[in-house]
């Protein structure tokens, strides 16, 4: 059902600027600002920075900061004009963006869960149906994009979690770094200090903010960790000398949807064989021979509250940049992506249920991420 009579308005989606000021640019410009190219407010502002830490803070949007400017001093008055996520606005496709410099229809990870001849890769865990799918899809040949990761023949320090230092999501976007495993906030902010001793660049991971607004929305604890982590960032400027500039930036914002559903009919669904990617972008994959009825009738129902979107609609529209051949069958035949603050339910992945905070649309408060120099 959708959402009549709750006077929504659809929206315009915000389609990534892969072209300049997205976060597939990031990268380039880290690595060499003196070079010509995208963001060059970026660019201007390293000009004479030896190195730079490139911040990476887990589901901070640009909006979720505006509103929450006066507990995070140090990222709010230091911020440059925002800069798109990638779509779906999701941490793999979004990490792998910026780590590749490519868009999701490039580097292939184009979601959360996607279909990988009849598999569905669920990407973060590495899973299919639950069950570990490293041997049966390795990372590597999934995701054949080189990362820029290595840098005057070196390997770039990569900053987080000690447990996330040999998953295969990590081997998929992160291969090339030199990845240095921290267990606390004081670890994190002293190892990304000292890797920046003879690298002109580190990345440091944060993923405090994404995990509290999956659990508890965006409320108080949502509050707590953007004041935490502004507090992490300020700490880490405080003990770089002045050459070494901090670039801060997120792969998403967030959205608080809590219980609120939009699923299409039963009768709807009956021609539905299977569905992959996520709440806020969920695609629906047809029985043989259903996909026009599928996408007919699902327009129908659900575009008081969501864009629906048949796959060639999307990859014309340019939403996931430029799709490869080989990454189109990884795609469903329609694509149900709320504007609303909802989400479209997958009867396999029931622990979905419990998130409150969401992202994966092209709302404004996904697709705008900020980007913060000093």
């Not at 308005?9 to 300049?20: K, S």
């Not at 190195?51 to 008055?77: C, N, Y």
């Not at 639950?130 to 770039?156: F, S």
Request: aromatic share 6%; hydrophobic share 40%; with cysteine.
């Amino acid at each position: 059902m959708g959402l009549v009579g709750l006077g929504l308005v659809p929206l315009e989606p915000t389609v990534p600027d892969y072209a300049d000021r997205g976060i597939t640019n990031v990268i380039g410009a880290v690595r060499d600002p003196t070079a010509p190219g995208a963001l060059g407010d970026l660019r201007e502002a390293l000009r004479g920075a030896r190195s730079v830490v490139l911040v990476l803070l887990d589901g901070l949007g640009q909006l979720q900061l505006e509103e929450r400017a006066a507990i995070a001093p140090w990222l709010a008055s230091h911020r440059l004009d925002p800069i798109t996520s990638v779509a779906p606005s999701t941490t793999a496709s979004a990490l792998t963006s910026i780590t590749t410099g490519t868009a999701p229809g490039e580097h292939g990870l184009v979601g959360y869960r996607f279909d990988l001849h009849g598999d569905v890769l669920q990407a973060l865990r590495w899973t299919v149906d639950g069950k570990d799918a490293t041997a049966l899809h390795p990372p590597e040949a999934i995701q054949r994009r080189e990362p820029k990761l290595v840098l005057d023949g070196r390997p770039v320090p990569y900053v987080g979690k000690r447990s996330y230092a040999t998953s295969p999501f990590t081997r998929a976007h992160l291969r090339g770094a030199a990845y240095v495993g921290v267990d606390d906030e004081s670890a994190w902010v002293s190892e990304s200090a000292d890797a920046t001793e003879g690298h002109r660049l580190v990345l440091a991971y944060h993923d405090g903010i994404d995990k509290l607004a999956h659990a508890e929305g965006l409320g108080d604890a949502y509050r707590a960790a953007i004041a935490e982590a502004d507090g992490l960032v300020a700490a880490l400027r405080a003990t770089l000398p002045d050459d070494v500039a901090v670039v801060v930036t997120a792969d998403h914002g967030q959205v608080d949807v809590g219980s609120v559903v939009v699923s299409p009919s039963p009768s709807t669904l009956a021609l539905v064989d299977k569905m992959s990617g996520e709440g806020r972008f969920r695609w629906l994959h047809a029985h043989p021979g259903s996909g026009a009825e599928l996408a007919e009738r699902v327009a129908s129902e659900l575009s008081d509250s969501c864009w629906v979107r048949t796959r060639r609609e999307i990859c014309d529209a340019g939403w996931l940049g430029e799709v490869d051949d080989d990454h189109v069958s990884r795609l469903g035949d329609v694509a149900v992506v709320p504007f609303a603050d909802a989400y479209v339910p997958d009867p396999t992945e029931p622990r979905e249920a419990g998130m409150k905070g969401r992202h994966g649309s092209l709302t404004e408060a996904e697709m705008f991420v900020p980007l913060v120099v000093g």
